[in-house]
């Protein structure tokens, strides 16, 4: 009973798509200082500004292991600017036969799409793009106050990880960052805002192999015609704009990309 249970919870969390392939690898291009960077006027590189990434591409792939049995993969791509997709492919055994649950969960600026593997699954409005829409409706002026503001907390967060860097493990050549989560931990790969290992009393991941080096396919985050339209939690992307703009420092948070945990975790 414990493995059924288990089995219709991930099957009612996953979601697919055919896991698109990394092509061959790319150049990263230089990335300038952040007191030298132009300040963005247009969405894409607002985009960049909220979700930046330390490589123009990020390719992860875990090991998921789980009680009654499960086991499986997790394939986790991500680029810059709040795009990620996932696709997994666990199994569990269930009364003596082995129970395949695949399935892919792709975020974008703008939506967030998941749904078992072969449906057409469900879509709810993402806010970053909202966000970073608004940021590039403000005047020049604000618009780089806001910016600047960012990068501020950005550039701080990274002072106050070097002077206090708390556990760090290395996983697959990355450094992360251990925490306790609930009755689990999370070791994070803080540039990226990736798991690089996680464990719970549901399920553990530890990530294998990373790729920094390779260029996605023109199919990573595309979206499947049909799915079905929820709405949005409330969010006031105006009011959390002109927030940060008027110098509200702890608005900033509600304007970056947060991190998550995969989209099969139940």
Known sequence: MKARAIALVL????????SPTALAPAAAPIELPA???????????????????????????????????????????????????????????????????RG????????????????????????????????????PSTRTKVIELVREW????????????GTVETIAGE???????????????????????????TFALVARHIDRDSVLGASAFAIPLGAERLAAPPFDVLDRVAAVARGDRSAIADLVLADELPGFAP
């Open 104 to 139: 892919s969960k792709v975020r974008t600026p703008d939506v967030v799409w998941q749904a078992p593997d072969g449906a057409t699954g469900r879509l709810v409005p993402a806010r970053l793009g909202a966000i970073a829409d608004a940021i590039v409706d403000l005047d």
């Open 11 to 18: 099957a009612a969390a996953c979601a697919s798509e055919p």
């Open 175 to 201: 450094q992360c960052v251990r925490v306790p989560v609930g009755t689990g931990e999370v070791c994070t790969w803080e540039a990226t805002g990736l798991p690089l290992r996680y464990e719970s009393s």
């Open 35 to 101: 007191a030298i960077r132009p300040i963005p006027a247009d969405r894409d590189g607002v985009l960049h500004e909220l979700a930046p990434l330390p490589a123009p591409a990020v390719v992860v792939v875990y090991d998921v292991t789980g009680p009654a049995g499960l086991a499986g993969t997790l394939e986790v791509l991500a680029a810059p600017g709040g795009r990620r997709r996932e696709n997994w492919a666990l199994r569990l055994p269930v009364d003596g036969r082995d129970h395949d649950l």
């Open 154 to 165: 950005r550039s701080e967060l990274e002072d106050a990880r070097r002077e206090h860097p």
